[in-house]
Nanobody
């Protein structure tokens, strides 16, 4: 079975940093694009960053320069390094694996809370 497990969330002061991890199992990890999304209750889930199997990255404009997505295929893990965090970054962050059939895989999320 496919499983995505996020970790690394927590409470941090504005201006601080966190590194989120997502460990994948049950898939041929190195072949897949990996994505991070985030969601605030009552709002749409939004794409934060993506990294392809070849290592190409893409970011939401507001994240550029602050967030960095990376992957370690040997560990089946994708990371999201978050710097200069702001209260507006508070959300549940989800790991996502897109599929061509549209039936994406999702983790259960890890909560990031940024205090002012």
């Amino acid at each position: 079975q496919v499983q995505l497990v996020e970790s690394g969330g927590g409470l941090v002061q504005a201006g601080g940093s966190l590194r989120l991890s997502c460990e994948a199992s049950g898939i041929s990890f190195s072949y897949f694009t990996m994505r991070w999304y985030r969601q605030v209750p009552g709002k749409q889930r939004e794409l934060v960053a993506a990294i392809t199997s070849g290592g190409s990255t893409n970011y939401k404009d507001s994240m550029k320069g602050r967030f960095t997505i990376s992957r370690d295929n040997a560990k089946n893990t994708v990371y999201l390094q978050m710097n200069s965090l702001e209260p507006e970054d508070t959300a549940v962050y989800f790991c996502n694996v897109p599929r061509l059939d549209g039936l994406d895989y999702w983790g259960k999320g890890t909560l990031v809370t940024v205090s002012s």
